[in-house]
């Protein structure tokens, strides 16, 4: 799932989305962690040695009998999925076990004589479905990160089974009498502080489905989530095969301007793609945009960017338009059946955002000083083409290409020059070296430990005191079976309704994987994306909650990125780079002048950055704020022009998400995309909370960090759990710092 807000593009992630949606709201209404399992059992691990442990289509049928490894207890010594016996047709029936199971569970619970208490229905609650989490969060990490043909045609299937399930509970009757006759109340049922949020949340979680709507309503709502599930499933498979289909063929005249590391990446393409001896330019970012960064080529350049912002619009059969019509219909007929006006006053109301109109607040006071700012770094890159005897108007396929030059000549900075210092071993080693100096966290690598993929490495995490915190998987590289972008998820989330449970999170990249023996160079934006999702891991590892349904990353969306992007500022401290940032072949650190270039250089083109980003922002808000019940004949394709012709979109830039393959706003960040830049207040507003103590790693500071922000989970309200961090509520003049873009 993104980075900072001006550079979201990584982040694919809902909150703590990364497991499918509708997995996620039956996991807040079940109160599941992912196995109910303790983390405490130690024994031997087996090596794995398959690359790929979940076959596709055309594997023999094993004739002999077999417990279902889904469906089992996950041993081993840190009881990770034991991924080499897992095989796609082990899904189907554990889905049915599972949903069994937790049909039962729920009745039990609902049907029940007995005077509700907080025991025999909140509880109860939260420890109902742990089969389930445990089956559905090992599918749609796979699903996500290693697909094949078979899982995504039980994707497909499971879909619309278990957006019915969802709505079987929230939907309930005797289930919600429950919740509401505890709610009413909740003063005199002595809970302490996290039992009672947890009770407010569940009947809030209730009220929101439509628990107290008439009988017919409660059937249109069951209808709409099994239809935008399955839709949702059908967009995300789209924008995949777009990827994954469309690939330009170069020879070596068409190189000009590529970096060796660039000509290496796009020579293993090609081998993978059967054309050994040519080059291939994907879809997968860290192809397609470091060669529109550095390709010479203006034709290629062209063809390469208008194949990127095409993806969800490039045949018949994988175009989403028509799909995000019925998809934002049906969301404006449930946020009616509600009451709301728009779906965007529904899903605002349980936010910090709170309403549409302090979202567009907060992004027209950033988006005119950014426009007024990308408008002076388009006619600096203007004057560089010019300079260079072009006589081209700068178009967007050129914006990267020219920038960089500009960069070098300003600045005397270019990734060419960084790259060698951002070695992907060194970045893992500072995220979890600073991770160590603010929460006393260690990481020890396990070789021999289940994975799911060869590329895939397990860290076991511990605290000071030696005790085991977690499990931590890094899946770094990009290939064909895993989409573009960035993000964390959970194998298993942090609770202790049914003993110890300890997270297992992963953080899964799409970075250029190095040639075999050498060492994998990120880039500098590339190194802020890996402590970002890291940060996000630490939310997950360092949960310290009572409940599963509260643990980690289930926080509202507009908090959910504020310890990923306040993370991301480690990087650059001085500590940091001096330690890390060395030469892959040399292990001499990066020259102190060099450093302060790439210092002075941390602004440049922010106008562009913010810009593509706020224009996604606003066209997510403004296609959720449709005031009509009926949008199936919406044309996508001019609502979005419409709303860019509006803001005075400069001609030069493309909204970093265009509508057909906008993957967040399809899952957990419909009328949420603002998030990024809500969080962004907040965390330059709370990283200066170090820099006033003269110490960016202040013990007393990180403690309290440790405490409100990382480990809470969603405890309290999150503003709540600012103020008592910060001392204050956060304040935007951070932000307009922190991008360049005050006064």
């Not at 796609?88 to 599972?98: K, M, S």
């Not at 989490?133 to 990490?141: K, P």
């Not at 290693?146 to 005797?174: C, F, V, W, Y």
């Not at 660039?262 to 081998?271: E, G, K, S, T």
């Amino acid at each position: 799932m993104a980075k900072t807000a001006g550079k979201a593009t990584t982040k694919k992630k809902g909150a703590a989305l990364k497991v499918k949606a509708t997995a996620k709201r039956i996991a807040k209404v079940a109160g599941k962690s992912a196995t109910g399992e303790s983390a405490t059992a130690r024994v031997k691990v087996k090596p794995v040695s398959k690359r790929h442990v979940l076959a596709g289509k055309g594997d023999k049928v094993r004739s002999k009998p077999r417990a279902n490894p889904l469906l089992s207890r996950w041993g081993g010594a840190y009881e990770l999925p034991p991924f080499g016996k897992i095989t796609p047709e082990d899904f189907r029936p554990a889905f049915a076990v599972a949903l069994k199971e937790h049909k039962a569970e729920i009745a039990r619970i609902a049907d029940q004589t007995a005077k509700p208490t907080f025991a025999n229905t909140v509880l109860a609650l939260e420890k109902a479905g742990r089969t389930l989490s445990r089956v559905a969060s090992v599918f749609y990490n796979l699903a996500g990160a290693d697909t094949n043909d078979a899982l995504q045609e039980i994707e497909r299937e499971m879909a619309p089974k278990l957006a019915a399930h969802e709505s079987a509970i929230m939907l309930n009757g005797k289930l919600f009498k429950r919740i509401e006759e505890l709610h009413e109340r909740r003063d005199a049922l002595k809970l302490d502080d996290e039992q009672r949020r947890i009770l407010e949340l569940h009947y809030k979680w209730l009220v929101r489905s439509g628990a107290k709507l008439n009988g017919k309503q409660k059937k249109r709502v069951a209808e709409i989530n099994g239809r935008l599930a399955t839709l949702a499933t059908q967009f995300s498979q789209n924008v995949l095969k777009d990827e994954q289909s469309w690939r330009m063929v170069l020879d070596e005249k068409d190189l000009d301007g590529l970096s060796n590391e660039l000509r290496d990446a796009a020579a293993r393409a090609a081998v993978d793609a059967g054309l050994p001896g040519k080059y291939v330019i994907t879809l997968s970012r860290s192809s397609v945009e470091p060669f529109l960064q550095f390709s010479a080529r203006r034709d290629l350049r062209e063809q390469a960017f208008n194949a990127w912002i095409r993806r969800g619009e490039m045949g018949e059969k994988t175009d989403n338009r028509a799909i995000t019509a019925e998809i934002i219909a049906l969301r404006t007929e449930f946020a009616k059946l509600l009451g709301y006006q728009t779906y965007a006053d529904y899903s605002l109301e349980s936010t910090m955002a709170k309403t549409p109109d302090s979202v567009r607040d907060l992004l027209t006071a950033v988006w005119e000083p950014a426009v007024k700012r990308a408008g002076d770094e388009r006619d600096a890159l203007q004057e560089r083409a010019r300079a260079e005897g072009s006589n081209i108007e700068i178009a967007p396929w050129d914006w990267r290409y020219y920038s960089e030059k500009e960069r070098k000549a300003r600045f005397d900075v270019d990734e060419s020059a960084t790259r060698p210092y951002f070695a992907l071993d060194n970045v893992i080693a500072a995220a979890f070296d600073t991770a160590g100096k603010l929460f006393g966290l260690k990481f020890k690598e396990l070789k021999d430990a289940p994975r799911y993929h060869d590329d895939v490495r397990v860290w076991e995490v511990t605290n000071r005191r030696g005790e085991h915190v977690g499990m931590f998987l890094g899946d770094y590289f990009a290939r064909p079976s895993k989409r573009s972008g960035a993000w964390m998820s959970a194998f298993r989330s942090q609770s202790r309704v049914a003993g110890d449970v300890r997270p297992i999170i992963v953080n899964v990249m799409n970075f250029a994987k190095g040639e075999e023996g050498q060492p994998s160079l990120l880039s500098l934006d590339d190194a802020r994306t890996l402590f970002h999702e890291f940060g996000h891991g630490l939310h997950g590892l360092l949960s310290d909650v009572t409940y599963p349904s509260i643990s980690g990353t289930a926080v509202t969306r507009d908090f959910v990125e504020l310890p990923s992007q306040l993370y991301e500022h480690w990087l650059m401290v001085p500590e940091t780079l001096e330690k890390y940032a060395t030469h892959h072949a040399t292990g001499k650190p990066m020259p102190k002048a060099l450093l302060k270039r790439i210092k002075s250089a941390r602004n440049f083109n922010q106008g562009f950055s913010t810009v593509e980003y706020l224009a996604s922002a606003f066209v997510d808000m403004d296609l959720h704020a449709v005031d009509a019940e009926s949008n199936e004949m919406l044309d996508v394709a001019a609502f979005e022009e419409s709303t860019l012709q509006r803001l005075g979109m400069p001609n030069e830039i493309v909204a970093r998400h265009r509508i057909p393959h906008f993957l967040h706003i399809m899952g957990g960040y419909a009328a949420g995309y603002y998030s990024y830049l809500w969080s962004e207040v907040m965390d330059a507003d709370a990283f200066a909370a170090f820099e006033e103590t003269g110490n960016a790693f202040d013990r007393k500071t990180a403690n309290k960090l440790h405490k409100f922000i990382y480990s809470g989970g969603n405890r309290r309200d999150p503003l709540e759990a600012y103020v008592a961090f910060r001392g204050r509520p956060p304040e935007i003049t951070g932000l307009l710092k922190k991008r360049g873009l005050a006064g």
